[in-house]
């Protein structure tokens, strides 16, 4: 192969790839374009194999940094895009394999030859130059044992068909760096979406596969790319990295800001799309409360966007035994596991020490020992998680609101104190607490910001205006914030005992340093 003509090869690659940008755009589908650009990337890897021993280690890495360009325009990804998300959601090989391929057939076409020069040949090359780090043997030794194959002696006595060889050769390669790239991404916080068991070298990631040709296809896929690879912009990164300069509303609904959250589980505008992928995802909720008017209400609305059967209602008292032990075990006879439970039933009565107490305190408690018994996998559960609702006023005293702050201050001692048992590993337990500010609910009524409004029980004029002026200094958080850093809570698996605050001038913060961290 004369310089020339890979001079020519590698040009032709350039051309063909560089700007391409997103397949399909350019009439080709993502299997033709990524066949035809392996084929020109086979001839250069080819020509490069032979002058392999002669390309210095910056050639080296600027052929690695041009393949992984070319194979990132070829996807639409950007160039903030980890490396093994690169390879791997599209299944290719690093030019690196390519050479190993083809140097590793070539020793099999030696080796398994009937010509007794060339074997004598062989022979000598390994008797006199396996110290030689040049000789094409000392190198093609160490990549057998890169992939586990057999060496060289061992393929001499006993060469397999070629068929078989072939095979060992694509499968011990496709272990090999998946694996590699597998661990590459485990470090990647933005991946954590990316589903591990969908990614393996050899294979195309359903993204790409389950997509038409048709450039708007294509174009959907190029988002649902950068999703999975934690590199879309959502608008309210765009309004931070401009500096406040962009907006970060959501183009879509045009009524909150654009994350994750809003995207995937809030944004009105894409409710059709959620309704139709919700019904599939078997997300299966059982809300309770004393309240059966409102409970029965929010079960309309979220049967209307999850199925009928896919939601219930219990109407449960938190402060009464029984009636909450109810609520575990219709669940479970209706959805057969529970893996979450959320103890968010809370009320503000500074008029009414015990019933605070029992609801905010004893309710809580109560509801951390039924999960603990019905999740637990030592009782017959699959181990799970438990979100504990405390408050700020659950760290910071109030003067005017003792009791709700000590019934909230109680919380967040007990949910660390359970977090810290030793058998929650065995159990597959973590608990956590979300402690949010003032938040636009229900409790924060309007009687909060309307002046001419008689204060609320067990608050006088002062305290009211106090208050007031409290809400007014911190802000108050939309319930899209505190839902955010819920589902933060829920997804962070090594969390167990993380105490998080969501208020509106600092958004999501863990307290009391890190938690107590065992991975389930
Ligand atoms: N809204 C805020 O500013 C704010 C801030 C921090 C923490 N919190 C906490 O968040 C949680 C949710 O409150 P919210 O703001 O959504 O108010 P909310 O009043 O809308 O919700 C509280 C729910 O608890 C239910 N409940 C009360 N007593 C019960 C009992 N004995 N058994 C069963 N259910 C009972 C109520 O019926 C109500 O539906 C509470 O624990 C609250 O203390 C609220
Ligand atoms: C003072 C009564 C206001 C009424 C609002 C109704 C219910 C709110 C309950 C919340 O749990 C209270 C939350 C926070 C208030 C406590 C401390 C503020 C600490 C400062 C901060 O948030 O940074």
């Known amino acids: 192969m004369?310089?020339?003509h890979t001079h020519h090869t590698v040009q032709l690659l350039v051309s063909y790839t560089q700007e391409s940008g997103l397949h399909g755009t350019n009439g080709l589908n993502l299997q033709t374009s990524y066949k035809n650009l392996s084929e020109l990337r086979h001839s250069?890897?080819?020509?490069?194999?032979?002058?392999?021993y002669h390309l210095t280690r910056s050639k080296w890495t600027s052929s690695h940094a041009f393949h992984k360009k070319n194979l990132r325009?070829?996807?639409?990804?950007?160039?903030?895009?980890?490396?093994?998300?690169?390879?791997?959601?599209?299944g290719a090989l690093t030019i690196e394999a390519e050479i190993h391929k083809r140097q590793l057939s070539f020793l099999y076409n030696i080796v398994s030859c009937d010509n007794s020069t060339i074997l004598d040949l062989v022979d000598r090359q390994l008797i006199m130059n396996m110290d030689n780090q040049q000789s094409f043997f000392c190198k093609v030794a160490?990549?057998?044992a890169m992939y586990d194959l057999p060496s060289i002696d061992s393929l001499k006595q006993q060469p397999p068909s070629k068929l078989k060889w072939k095979l060992s050769v694509k499968m011990a390669l496709q272990k090999y760096w998946t694996k590699f790239f597998l661990e590459e991404i485990e470090s990647k916080t933005t991946l954590v979406h990316l589903d591990?068991?969908?990614l393996k070298i050899g294979s195309v990631h359903p993204v790409w596969t389950s997509l038409s040709s048709t450039i708007s296809d294509v174009k959907k896929g190029a988002v649902k790319n950068r999703l999975l690879t934690g590199?879309?912009?959502?608008?309210s990164n765009k309004h931070k990295f401009s500096g406040g300069k962009e907006s970060s509303l959501c183009r879509l609904c045009g009524t909150s800001n654009e994350d994750i959250t809003h995207f995937l589980l809030l944004c009105p505008a894409l409710h059709q799309q959620r309704k139709a992928l919700f019904s599939n995802l078997k997300a299966l909720v059982c809300l309770c409360d004393i309240d059966s008017e409102e409970g029965l209400k929010t079960l309309k609305r979220f049967q209307t966007t999850f199925g009928n059967e896919n939601v219930m209602f219990v109407k449960c008292d938190v402060t009464d035994h029984d009636s909450f032990e109810n609520v575990f075990k219709q669940a479970k006879r209706k959805f057969g596991v529970l893996d979450i439970v959320v103890n968010n039933a809370g009320l503000l009565a500074e008029d009414n020490m015990r019933k605070t107490m029992m609801v905010n305190s004893i309710g809580v408690i109560e509801g951390t020992q039924l999960a603990t018994h019905y999740l637990n996998k030592e009782s017959g559960g699959q181990g799970g998680v438990v979100v504990n609702i405390s408050s700020t006023a659950g760290l910071t005293p109030v003067f005017y609101m003792p009791i709700y702050v000590a019934s909230k201050y109680s919380i967040v001692g007990y949910t660390r104190s359970v977090s810290q048992n030793p058998a929650n590993k065995e159990r597959g337990m973590r608990y956590t607490c979300l402690c949010p500010a003032f938040t636009d609910t229900t409790m924060f009524d309007k009687k909060w910001s309307d002046e001419g409004e008689e204060p609320p029980p067990g608050f006088s004029e002062e305290e009211k205006k106090g208050a007031l002026h409290l809400i007014e200094a911190t802000g108050v958080n939309t319930v899209e914030e505190v839902v955010k850093g819920f589902m933060t809570l829920l997804e962070v698996d090594d969390n167990n005992g993380a105490v998080m605050t969501v208020t509106k001038k600092h958004g999501i913060q863990y307290r009391h340093g890190k938690p107590l961290s065992h991975k389930l």
């Open 196 to 198: 591990r068991t969908l």
């Open 142 to 144: 160490g990549t057998l």
């Open 44 to 52: 250069t890897a080819f020509c490069m194999a032979w002058r392999f």
């Open 2 to 4: 004369c310089k020339s």
């Open 231 to 235: 590199t879309y912009l959502f608008e």
């Open 73 to 90: 325009n070829f996807q639409s990804m950007p160039a903030r895009t980890a490396t093994g998300a690169v390879y791997l959601i599209l």
